[in-house]
């Protein structure tokens, strides 16, 4: 779960720094859309943390190393300077797409049924959102 909870924290960070750094048109949608996932990937983030210390225990989240992970992660992803929206748009939708990977994964090792569909849930939403960003990206 520690990939899992790396990677929701790290899209939830990258996505509020993208709310916070869009400009051009559409500006508006485009804003509100990124304060939307950064919202709902904060949920995630601490609903798999609060699952995993509740189910595994605290080491089962690797939160004692989470700050100096997360830096290395946000080193590769959009930030300041970035002249287009798209290219924010662009890196949400690849790490959306390896977001459902992760959840995959996580099923695939053999979790409880809740977890399951908690995970799996998170994994919906990420793939209506990659449909939004798809139809955004056409325009």
């Given amino acids: 779960m520690q990939e899992l909870i790396l990677?929701?924290?790290c899209m939830q960070l990258f996505s509020h720094n993208a709310h916070n750094l869009m400009s051009r048109v559409p500006f508006f949608?485009?804003?509100e859309f990124f304060g939307e996932v950064y919202a709902a990937l904060?949920?995630?983030y601490?609903?798999?943390?609060?699952?995993?210390?509740?189910?595994?225990g605290e080491q089962a989240t690797g939160l004692n190393t989470l700050p100096e992970r997360i830096a290395l992660k946000m080193k590769s992803?959009?930030?300041?300077?970035?002249?287009?929206n798209s290219t924010f748009?662009?890196?949400?939708?690849?790490?959306?797409a390896e977001l459902c990977k992760l959840v995959a994964l996580e099923i695939s090792k053999?979790?409880?049924s809740g977890t399951e569909q908690l995970i799996g849930?998170?994994?919906?939403?990420?793939?209506i959102r990659q449909y939004k960003i798809k139809q955004r990206l056409k325009k």
């Fill in 121 to 127: 849930e998170i994994c919906n939403q990420s793939e």
């Fill in 29 to 31: 949608q485009d804003h």
């Fill in 77 to 84: 992803l959009p930030s300041i300077g970035v002249k287009e």
């Fill in 46 to 56: 601490d609903s798999v943390v609060e699952r995993t210390i509740g189910l595994m």
């Fill in 42 to 44: 904060e949920g995630d």
């Fill in 7 to 9: 990677h929701l924290r």
């Fill in 89 to 96: 748009l662009q890196a949400l939708l690849s790490l959306e």
């Fill in 110 to 112: 053999g979790v409880s």
